[in-house]
C-alpha cells in the first residue's frame, strides 16, 4: 500500500495555459474524488469516479475542468486556459465498499497561476 | 447547502493542557470525519463516527458524535507539540461527497 500518489506536487504556470495533474490511487480503491482547497478553507468537492465512470461533478467544475479515469486506475484532471481564480491546491483521495466517503488523500498538486 | 462551522479558527495552547474544538450544524449528517491536516500535505482520516452520541477514543484524542448528528467535537487530553496541525471535521450523506469545514489550526507550543 503506497498510498495516494499525486504528480506534479507543485504547478506553476501563466494565466491562460493549460494544465494537467494526475492521480494513482490506492491500487484496490475503486472509487476516485476531486477536491479543490484555497487557503484558509477546508477542502471543497468536484468530482467523484466509481471505476471508470464519472458520477457525480459539483458545479465548481466549469467548462474549463475537466476530468477523466480512464481505466479505472490513474485519473487525470486537466483545466484548460487558467484563471488567477484556479490557484489552489488540488487534492485527489480514494476509497473503496463499503465506505461512502473518501479515506486517503494525496498530498495534492499545489496550482500558482501567475 | 450543508455547512459545516468549525470553532475555534485558531488555538494556541501549551504542552500538555486539554483542549476542545467542535464541529456545528443547521444539518444531519449520516457520519462525520475528523483529519489533522499538516502544511503541503493531505488530510489524514483521524476517525469515522456514525452513530448519534457515539464517542471514539483515539489514545489521547476523544470524538463525539452528537445525538442528532448535526455536530461533534474533538478533545485532546494532555497535548503535545505533535498535535499540532489542522483539524478538519467533514460530513458524509448518502451522494459520496464529503462537506468540509475550515478547520481549527492548532499549535501546541513546547
Known amino acids: 500500500d503506497t498510498g495516494v500518489s499525486q504528480d506534479p506536487r507543485h504547478k506553476i504556470t501563466k494565466r491562460g495555459q493549460n494544465v494537467t495533474f494526475r492521480c494513482d490511487p490506492i491500487s484496490e480503491h475503486n472509487r476516485l474524488y476531486w477536491y479543490r482547497q484555497t487557503l484558509g478553507q477546508g477542502p471543497e468537492f468536484l468530482t467523484y469516479f466509481q471505476n471508470e465512470a464519472q458520477l457525480e461533478k459539483s458545479r465548481l467544475l466549469s467548462d474549463r475542468f475537466s476530468a477523466e479515469r480512464p481505466k479505472g486506475s490513474f485519473s487525470t484532471l486537466e483545466i484548460q486556459r487558467t484563471e488567477q481564480g484556479d490557484s489552489a491546491m488540488y487534492l485527489c483521495?480514494?476509497?473503496?465498499?463499503?465506505?461512502?466517503?473518501?479515506?486517503?488523500f494525496g498530498d495534492g498538486t499545489r496550482l500558482s497561476i501567475l | 447547502t450543508q455547512l459545516l462551522e468549525q470553532s475555534p479558527q485558531f488555538l494556541s495552547i501549551q504542552e500538555g493542557e486539554n483542549l476542545t474544538v467542535y464541529c456545528n450544524s443547521s444539518?444531519?449528517?449520516?457520519?462525520l470525519q475528523w483529519y489533522r491536516q499538516e502544511p503541503g500535505e493531505g488530510p489524514v482520516l483521524l476517525v469515522t463516527v456514525v452513530t448519534g452520541g457515539e464517542v471514539k477514543k483515539l489514545k489521547r484524542l476523544t470524538f463525539q458524535f452528537g445525538d442528532a448528528r448535526k455536530d461533534s467535537s474533538l478533545h485532546i487530553t494532555a497535548a503535545q507539540p505533535g498535535d499540532t496541525g489542522l483539524y478538519l471535521c467533514a460530513g458524509g450523506g448518502s451522494n459520496y461527497k464529503l462537506t468540509f469545514g475550515k478547520g481549527t489550526l492548532l499549535t501546541v507550543n513546547p
Open positions: 444539518s444531519v449528517f449520516s457520519s
Open positions: 483521495a480514494s476509497g473503496d465498499i463499503p465506505s461512502n466517503q473518501p479515506q486517503h
